[in-house]
């Protein structure tokens, strides 16, 4: 019987350099696709997969993260007294319970595997989710709760993977295949961003993890991996064996949202989903096809 994963650590202390100078003195994750910051997707996708404490790990700059999943008393005010349900309800909607959003301070950019690491006290003994804000995924029902459901059956560490054309491997974690039923793939470990003649397949990470606490122990060593950082891939890699390993395919469509095209591919998506907005924005863009 695995354990409930009620943590998820939200990686937050990258500066954001693609995105300026949107980024200058805003945060990254704050960016909105149509009118929702790029961290509320996240929380929210955590939410619906069953979480309970989100943590952010974050730099500094980046309090308004948390400040965002507070309560805004003269906003909330305002609306309440127009009689604005609708925005109302947006605010308070996605806003966990009082003391359920943490932090913790990253201090130095050393690596996604560091700014986990950061997160080790809040986490203790249990498996724990990470997203990855940037990668904005569209499913039903989201990706984080695909993962939990294959995690309580398999336990260990679980991640969500996408198969990538061969000259993007050096963009990615690749797993290492042993076993694949078209969905889940069982891997024997796992390498960061190898060059294509070294992948050891296709089948690339996209973010989202759910992991045993034993990647702690490797974190501790602090060992810098690929691009001289602290990779979470050799932790997940080093744990291998000791607890399985699968990578499960994502069902749904994925938009990077670090890259400028991502973003802006997800903000047309996700606007085409809203029936307040959908012809509109199809009416407003469409002749620019032409
Ligand atoms: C990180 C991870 C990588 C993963 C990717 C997914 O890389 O290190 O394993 O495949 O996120 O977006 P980054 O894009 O932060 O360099």
Redesign the pocket.
């Given at each position: 019987m695995t354990r409930r994963v009620r943590k998820a650590v939200f990686p937050v202390a990258g500066l954001g350099t693609r995105f300026l100078p949107a980024t200058k003195v805003i945060a990254k994750e704050m960016l909105p696709v149509v009118d929702k910051p790029l961290i509320q997707y996240a929380v929210e996708e955590a939410i619906e997969a069953g979480i309970e404490y989100f943590i952010f790990v974050t730099g500094r700059g980046k309090s308004v993260l948390v400040e965002h999943f507070d309560h805004a008393p003269e906003l909330e005010l305002l609306l309440s007294e127009r009689g604005n349900e609708h925005d109302l309800q947006s605010l308070l909607s996605s806003m966990p319970e009082p003391g359920r959003v943490l932090s913790v301070r990253q201090q130095a950019p050393l690596g996604?595997g560091h700014a986990v690491w950061c997160a080790r006290a809040i986490i203790g003994d249990e498996p724990f989710a990470v997203l990855?804000p940037?990668?904005l995924l569209m499913s039903e029902p989201a990706c984080l709760k695909q993962l939990i459901d294959v995690h309580d059956g398999v336990g260990g560490n679980v991640v969500a993977v996408t198969e990538v054309p061969d000259e993007h491997t050096n963009?990615?974690?690749i797993l290492d295949v042993v076993s694949d039923d078209g969905r889940v793939a069982k891997a024997r470990g796992m390498v960061?961003?190898p060059d294509p003649k070294d992948a050891p397949s296709r089948l690339?990470?996209?973010?989202r993890y759910v992991l045993d606490p034993s990647v702690f122990s490797h974190l501790d060593k602090q060992l810098s991996g690929a691009g001289g950082e602290i990779?979470?891939?050799d932790a997940i890699d080093a744990t291998t064996g000791a607890v399985p390993f699968h990578g499960v395919r994502f069902n749904g469509e994925r938009f990077?949202c670090?890259d400028k095209a991502g973003f802006i591919a997800a903000n047309v998506a996700y606007a085409l989903k809203r029936p307040d907005l959908a012809d509109r924005v199809r009416e407003a863009v469409g002749h620019l096809f032409k």
């Open positions: 996604l990855l940037d990668e963009r990615y974690g960061e961003k690339a990470n996209i973010g990779q979470l891939t990077d670090g």
